[in-house]
């Protein structure tokens, strides 16, 4: 079965400071992927997808994500963070019954 | 556009008593709708999703329960509450028919169960 593994539970960058929030998966085929964020109390917002073609994907906000084959990695980063970038991320991995979700790196900014 | 509802948005309830939440997408038709919970440092657990009216498929087998009484319309039931059932639960579409799309989230249920 697919799965998906987010290494980091909680990441604090500064204001400005370049990011990169890891998201591994495991999957025979290459899979369908995805980032969400999550702001506290509130729903998912899809921040982008990957599907196939280009492995460098923008998305959403600024955010970007490279899918790495060889790597089983689909790693999301942003050039600059704002403080309003605070929130939970989630990668998620398809095929199967429906989105398979990493259990989320949660975003703190400081100033 | 399409725009999904999913009420109440808080919910404080004793153990032992029913629960239902409800779901509803406007905006297109024969969507695919799920129902996930999320707890706190787990992640996403999906528990059901529908293909269409009356097809519900039950992922994780539990105190829960899900019906689709019509096309846009998805309820998440309980007879009888468990203190584990506390948790955040998610209601989501994404487009049915066309392979795979992203999936749309609700704002979200937060439950508390006493």
């Known amino acids: 079965a697919q799965s998906v593994t987010q290494p980091d539970i909680h990441i604090t960058v500064s204001e400005g400071a370049s990011l990169e929030l890891r998201c591994n998966y495991s999957y025979g085929a290459t899979p369908y992927l995805f980032w969400y964020v999550q702001s506290p109390g509130q729903g998912l917002q899809l921040l982008l997808k990957y599907f196939s073609g280009d492995t460098l994907v923008q998305g959403i906000k600024g955010f970007e994500a490279e899918f790495k084959r060889s790597q089983s990695s689909f790693n999301l980063r942003k050039p600059s963070v704002h403080w309003s970038d605070a929130a939970e991320y989630f990668c998620a991995v398809h095929p199967g019954t429906a989105l398979s979700f990493g259990k989320g790196t949660t975003l703190s900014v400081s100033s | 556009s399409q725009t999904i509802h999913q009420w109440p948005a808080t919910l404080v309830q004793p153990v032992g008593s029913p629960l239902s939440l409800e779901c509803t997408v406007e905006?297109?038709?024969?969507?695919?709708l799920y129902w996930y919970r999320q707890a706190a440092g787990r992640g996403l657990q999906l528990l059901f999703y529908?293909?269409?009216?009356?097809?519900i498929s039950s992922e994780v087998p539990q105190n829960l329960s899900a019906s689709r009484p019509q096309d846009r319309q998805f309820i998440l039931s309980s007879k009888k509450l468990l203190l584990s059932d506390s948790g955040f639960y998610l209601c989501?579409?994404?487009?049915?028919?066309?392979?795979?799309?992203?999936?749309?989230f609700g704002n979200g249920t937060r439950l508390t169960v006493t």
């Open positions: 529908s293909v269409g009216i009356g097809q």
């Open positions: 989501a579409w994404s487009v049915g028919g066309q392979g795979w799309t992203p999936l749309h």
């Open positions: 905006g297109t038709s024969n969507p695919n």
